[in-house]
């Protein structure tokens, strides 16, 4: 319900261990952190794309989704070989070979890197946001429409970084 769409790109090294590496909701915070240090430090090339919430308003999740997914290629700044995308769906334009794999960030050790160093980067955003609008409890819930989140919205009322497309969210701008 709340802050931006996160996603990354990384092409592992050759010789990039991958062990430990899991869809990034089966870590604990202290192995995904760690794992996100070994991949910043390790991997061959990586890329994180940010898309705010009024993007995410205007033009829906999905394709919000798409544009991080663009923009974090982009940022890898080589042209890839193939693009393997988590999910039912390739990116539509993106102009690379490109694969979904369902399930791919608990199979496809780039996308587990990818899907580690999004989630991570999308909680240092959140966490800051905390501090910016204290009383949302953004550092714990992460934005996600928990039954703390949904209370304080009641309380405190939307503020700039809420997606107002979203329920509970768009209720406050459809009365």
Partial sequence: MAGPVVAAAVILCDDFDISGLDDSKKLSVEKREAMNKR????ASRWGIGVIGPEVVDRINILQATFLAMKEAILRIEIEPDMVMVD????????GYPQKAVIGGDGKIPAISAASILAKVHRDEIMEKLDREYPGYGFRRHKGYPTSEHIASLGRLGPCPVHRRSFR?????YNN
């Fill in 39 to 42: 991949i910043l430090d390790s």
């Fill in 87 to 94: 999910g039912r769906m390739e990116i539509p334009g993106l």
């Fill in 168 to 172: 509970p969210v768009s209720e406050f």
